[in-house]
């Protein structure tokens, strides 16, 4: 698996985008990029994912550079339902030991 | 829709206690996980599975076993419960991909308090 590395916390203003970066040097070119989420008390939650291209869907997007060695996680339009730690990981097998690190807390204030 | 059921969302025991945490998930997936996430170090690997009665160690196996009987059921067990055992507890499942990873799904976590 790659390193990642992310920022401890972030907060933005409710209603504007989240931009949640992460910087995975070491990624290899099979190796995708996975984001997940944790609310407070529960489990954490697939968002998104990607390889090269970047993507979208009904929670987010993703954004990752040309070089493969970063990303953004992009919330369009940040409600407080979003305030959580945002884990971004980049996973090379389903049997490998997946880390997952402290990730970022996002707070979003009203 | 898809679901990974835990046993417990609390629970207390004491120390020396056998303790099971049970784990059930109703999507035939071949993958199964446990994890424990302690404040400042995110989510640590404890065993996980890649079908009935295989099992490998992940980051800190050490005073925990598991049991998977079945493909559905995740079974993480401490057979003599401590302190330093106090932790949220989170069972994950997935498809089996080979060389490639699938998306995990989360259980809802269960929270033990050993005293």
């Known amino acids: 698996d790659a390193k990642t590395t992310q920022p401890t916390s972030m907060d933005c203003a409710e209603g504007r985008a989240a931009n949640l970066p992460c910087n995975h040097s070491t990624i290899s070119g099979n190796e995708y990029v996975y984001w997940y989420r944790q609310i407070h008390s529960q489990g954490p939650q697939y968002i998104i994912h990607g390889l090269k291209n970047n993507e979208t869907n009904e929670m987010a997007s993703l954004i990752i550079t040309e070089d493969r060695k970063s990303s953004t996680l992009i919330l369009p339009h940040a409600t407080l339902r979003d305030t959580a730690v945002y884990y971004c990981?980049?996973?090379?097998?389903?049997?490998?030991?997946?880390?997952f690190g402290s990730g970022t807390r996002l707070s979003i204030r009203p | 829709d898809v679901k990974v059921t835990q046993s417990s969302r609390y629970l207390v025991k004491r120390t020396g206690e056998k303790v099971f945490l049970e784990c059930v998930q109703d999507?035939?997936?071949?993958?199964m996980f446990w994890y424990r996430q302690d404040p400042g170090l995110g989510l640590r690997l404890i065993y996980f599975s890649y079908d009935v009665k295989m099992k490998e160690k992940g980051d800190i196996p050490e005073g925990y076993s598991v049991s998977r009987e079945k493909k559905e059921r995740f079974s993480l067990i401490l057979e003599s419960a401590s302190t330093n055992q106090t932790s949220m507890y989170l069972c994950?499942?997935?498809?089996?991909?080979?060389?490639?990873?699938?998306?995990?799904?989360f259980g809802p976590g269960t929270r033990l308090t050993v005293l």
């Open positions: 999507m035939d997936h071949e993958n």
């Open positions: 994950a499942s997935s498809l089996w991909g080979g060389s490639s990873y699938n998306e995990q799904f």
């Open positions: 990981i980049a996973p090379y097998s389903s049997a490998s030991k997946i880390i």
